[in-house]
């Protein structure tokens, strides 16, 4: 199998997980899983590993990736499945994570950059991969994703201070048990202006 970045470069096996075997690119380290190779994993992972560890209350907006999670790769060309030839398809990972992982649409395969690995399984994404291919995933994080940059618009018009203020009551409001008399207080008393 030739590498997906590299096409003329064949990929060499390698052992990402015990019991997961990839093909590696050796120049840039990117990673093909092989669908029925990850499914063999997958069923030998407790459930525990197998669904997303982050609560909502932990989710990080798509737009606030921290540096080492992963290259971002939204810019990068269509890659070609090194079994059947035919286009990746490229999804976006979100919950904290600002980059995308390809599946081949013909052999559900999927490549991943160098890094990418880590960062999912850092995030607890690694055993439940799969998921991400799925039409209720994307779906939640293009609505983070637009709930984000209408948030990063909102802040943008008051100062750090102010945000922070505002985002510290926010977060202790969550947990009031009276937060909608709470709100309805402020809107009463302050929302006239």
């Known amino acids: 199998m030739k590498s997906p970045l590299h096409p003329e470069t064949e990929l060499v096996e390698f052992e990402l997980e015990p019991g997961l075997t990839s093909w590696q ?23 525990s590993h ?23 790769n939204g810019n990068r060309p269509a890659l070609l499945c090194p079994e059947s030839h035919c286009l990746l398809v490229r999804y976006r990972v979100g919950e904290g994570l600002s980059f995308y992982v390809d599946r ?4 559900g395969g999927i490549w991943l950059d ?11 994404l690694h055993a439940s991969l799969h ?17 984000d940059s209408m948030n990063a618009r909102f802040f943008s018009e008051m100062s750090r201070m102010d945000a922070d203020r505002l985002k510290s009551f926010a977060e202790w409001l969550v947990d009031q048990p ?16």
């Open 131 to 147: 998921m991400i291919f799925s039409s209720s995933y994307q779906r939640k994080v293009s609505i983070q994703e637009a709930e």
């Open 104 to 107: 081949s649409p013909s052999t």
């Open 50 to 72: 197998t669904h997303s560890t982050v609560s909502k209350h932990e989710y990080q907006p798509v737009r606030e990736a921290r540096a080492g999670d992963g290259p971002h």
């Open 114 to 124: 160098p890094g990418e690995w880590e960062a999912l399984k850092k995030h607890g």
């Open 178 to 193: 009276n937060k909608r008399r709470i709100v309805a207080w402020l809107h009463e008393h302050i929302g006239n202006e």
């Open 25 to 47: 690119c050796p120049i840039s380290k990117g990673h093909w899983i092989q669908a029925p190779a990850y499914w063999q994993w997958h069923s030998t992972q407790p459930t």
